[in-house]
């Protein structure tokens, strides 16, 4: 009787599948106009220069996913703005610090590789880097079958930046009577998708079938690292807080110095439509403000002097507008008045 012959193919794995996917992704990196080629990919490790105009540079790092987000994805078998997302929540993360992104790597586990997932999710995360002006210089892709169910996936991103030591974004910074200032966000970001989700389980929405949904859910997280460092360079900010899991309270709470409280005024929010159509699935209020960004993506904490400055450095639709102010006081963060959700 002929004995099997046991390969790492006939567990699931395909070697060859992954190694035209490096191949992929080193084309696509290099061919991206303006950037310079990314030769690293594919090595044992990731090689880039660091800049030299930074005096005395710290290192900030970040990391993070994009949740079941990923599942939305799935469902629409659409997967081209994910790997937006994934940059993004990681460097949204490092200029809360004052600092520059400068590289990016991404993991992805998946249980049988899969081109038409693959692809797509790396051109986007291309595309974050490019937003970000970073670098994708390295990454890992895992084949683990028996791990994930079939077709199921995870992506995380790592980001490394620089700040020089004197534009670290310092707490001690803040002061009283500073501005708060929300800055819009492009939609629900990547945070709360396992509420969403749930609602459309209960409520038995087909979101294939549901166009504003569809849209809405995939839109990809609005990246603020380009104006937000042009504030920085400009001493145009004291703080900055990006709004991601826990909503404003959890996130704002988090730079403010001890003896000042965000006095912040929920009427003066100007939410989205997206928020409007959750709000009206019986979340209540509370549940609204610590799952999800209701529509601001990002803060930041200023003097008042500056304010007419720092909005001529965005667009009409990501323009900053005044939702409070610093205050002395315990508990560090106050919410007042309601959000209106007509």
Known sequence: MKKEKFTYEKSGVNINVADNFVKFISGISSNNKGKKKFSNIGGFGSITDIPNNFKKPKIVACTDGVGTKIEIANTLNKYNTIGIDLVAM????????????LLFLDYISINKIDLKKLKPIIKGILKGCKISNCELVGGET??????????????????????????????????????????PSSGVHSNGYSLIRYILKKKKINLKNNQFLKKELLRPTKIYVEEVLNLIDNNLINGCANITGGGLSDNIRRIIPEGMVADVDLNKVKTKKIFKWLKNNNIDDREMLKTF??????????????????????????????????????????????????
């Open 90 to 101: 990681s460097v949204n993360d490092l200029i809360v610090q004052g600092a520059k992104p």
């Open 142 to 183: 895992a084949e683990m079958p028996g791990t994930y169910e079939k077709g199921k996936f995870d992506i995380a991103g790592f980001a490394v930046g620089l700040v020089d030591e004197k534009k670290i974004l310092n707490k001690k910074n803040i002061k009283k009577n500073d501005l708060i200032l929300a800055i």
């Open 293 to 342: 960004n209701c529509g601001v993506g990002f803060c930041l904490i200023v003097n008042p002097k500056n304010l007419s400055k720092i909005t001529k450095f965005f667009t009409k639709a990501f323009r900053p507008y005044v939702i409070g102010k610093i205050i002395p006081g315990k508990n560090k963060v106050k919410l007042n008045g309601k959000i209106d959700w007509s």
